[in-house]
Structure formats: C-alpha cells, structure tokens
C-alpha cells in the first residue's frame, strides 16, 4: 500500500491506492477455455471473472459467526404443516421402527 499526502490550504489528507496482489493459476487446456468462453460471454476479461469467482468463495467459506447467525434469516420462513409433529417426537421414531421391525 502506498501512502502519499497532499497540502490543500494548510489541510494533510491522506490518499491511500491499494494495489491489487498478482496470484499465478496453471489450468489445464479445458478449464482455460471454458474460462475464456464465459469471460467472452460475460463481456469481461478472464481476470475479472477469475476475481468475482474468488469473491465468492471466500464469501462462502469465509463466513463469520456461529451457524444461528448463517441461518438466522431462514427461521420462521415456512408456515403450514402440523404443528405437533416436534412433540414426542423419540416415541414416534421408536413405533416406527417396531414397525419396520414386524415387516421384516
């Protein structure tokens, strides 16, 4: 990162530039030409798909909290159903498997 400062009557402001770091990929012949092919598609040049790809994974695989904080927003989302079927729920598995079992 490179710092410079500038005076504009009397007044330091800090000007930051952030150089994106180089990262070197070998791919096989195949992946480099689907690559290609969706960058063309998209418009765009295969670096930038390559960078949106990485955003996005470690977007996904980077995620900070707990599994409650991931999934908080999928919480109450479906209605419908019988609502009971969370009550005694360890006697009706175990019917189910003497079910299973006199089936045999």
């Known amino acids: 990162m490179h710092l410079?400062?500038?005076c504009i009557t009397q007044t330091y402001y800090a000007i930051l530039s952030v150089?994106?770091?180089p990262l070197t990929l070998r791919l096989n012949p195949e992946t480099r030409r689907r690559l290609d092919r969706i960058a063309r598609r998209k418009g765009s040049?295969?670096?930038?798909?390559?960078?949106?790809?990485i955003e996005d994974l470690v977007r996904r695989e980077d995620c900070p909290g707990s599994a409650w904080?991931?999934?908080?927003?999928l919480v109450g989302v479906v209605e419908g159903g019988d609502p009971a079927l969370s009550e005694n729920t360890g006697k009706r598995f175990a019917e189910q498997l003497r079910v299973?079992?006199?089936a045999r």
């Open 4 to 6: 410079r400062r500038i």
């Open 19 to 21: 150089v994106a770091s």
């Open 45 to 53: 040049t295969t670096s930038q798909v390559l960078r949106e790809a």
């Open 69 to 73: 904080e991931r999934m908080k927003h």
């Open 100 to 102: 299973r079992r006199k």
